[in-house]
């Protein structure tokens, strides 16, 4: 029974992050209900240091997210070594980010105690720095930088995200008159973007199950459009609709993971077709 246990751990936890092979069902559901059970950790610590998930909160959080996309491409460049580079693979990487962007929260409310200055400014700018360094280590390690993709990649995800506003400003549809609401679905476009191309003009694969057994189903990757704008309108307005009377703090975090789980993989994969990684 324990031979059993331990070869169900290796076969569906500990090899897709040491062979970085990807997702399975089994792990798929665990981070899952992982993230749901963090959420509720995270709002009684935003409660005990008196943060309120906002807009200008979840912008602040932005840089981090960059951060995490732009630090999984450096794995994927090879200048982190194992055991380290194990770190930055999912879901160990999400662990990382998490842990950091944590301990930067707590020193910019610090300062802000300190100093009297708002907590988001120094918070935003730790991420931005860190962006910045990794973007430095990898620019200083390619070979090659594909300008044309990474614009095409950018041009085509921010002119559907104004197609799709536009639409709904005709139908004035409200729910993406916010403005978290339409960043949510911008971070899910540029995903939908990126892997559409990826999969379609160059030598990628997908990894998560779900898009794979779509893309497999209906031949195209590009039915991840339709997937992000069916799964993600939906979610908001029932978030909106039904959630409004919740804590404000745990309805900010779940668009959070909901952006994160979109734009992260979106920057990651950006910047590795830029790069040809």
């Known amino acids: 029974m324990v031979v059993d246990l331990g070869n169900f751990i290796n076969e569906y936890y500990i090899n897709p992050i040491i062979y970085d092979t990807g997702y399975n ?35 602040a959080v932005t840089p981090y997210i960059f951060a995490g996309g732009s630090l999984r491409v ?20 999400y662990f990382l980010i998490f ?35 990794n973007v430095w280590l990898l620019y200083t390690s390619a070979v090659s930088f594909n300008v044309w993709i ?14 799709v506003y536009a639409i709904a400003h005709l139908l004035n549809f409200a729910l993406l ?14 995903d939908a973007t990126a892997t559409s191309l990826g999969l379609t003009f160059l030598p990628y694969a997908e990894k998560h199950v779900l898009p794979n057994f779509l893309i497999e189903a209906t031949g195209t ?8 704008l069916i799964v993600t309108i939906p979610v908001l307005f029932i978030i909106d609709q039904y959630l409004k009377n919740e804590s404000k703090n745990l309805i ?8 994160t789980v979109g734009l992260a993989p979106a920057i990651r994969d950006t910047l590795r077709m830029s790069l040809g990684i």
């Open 25 to 59: 069902p089994v792990n798929t559901i665990t981070w899952a209900i992982i993230l749901g059970l963090s959420l509720f950790g995270v709002v009684k610590l935003l409660n005990k240091l008196k943060i309120t998930v906002d807009e200008v909160f979840i912008f």
């Open 74 to 93: 450096v794995e994927d460049a090879g200048i982190v070594a194992a055991p380290y580079k194990y770190l930055l693979i999912t879901p160990l990487i």
């Open 99 to 133: 842990f950091v962007c944590v301990a930067a929260l707590m020193l910019s409310v610090g300062l802000k105690r300190a100093v009297h200055i708002n907590y988001y400014w120094p918070f935003a700018m730790i991420g931005v720095a860190w962006s910045a360094i």
């Open 150 to 163: 990474f614009a095409l990649i950018l041009s085509v995800g921010v002119a559907l995200s104004f197609l």
């Open 177 to 190: 008159k916010d403005r978290v609401n339409a960043l949510v679905l911008d971070g899910q476009l540029l």
């Open 221 to 228: 990757a590009f039915v991840m459009y339709p997937l992000k």
């Open 252 to 259: 900010g975090l779940v668009k959070l993971a909901i952006l």
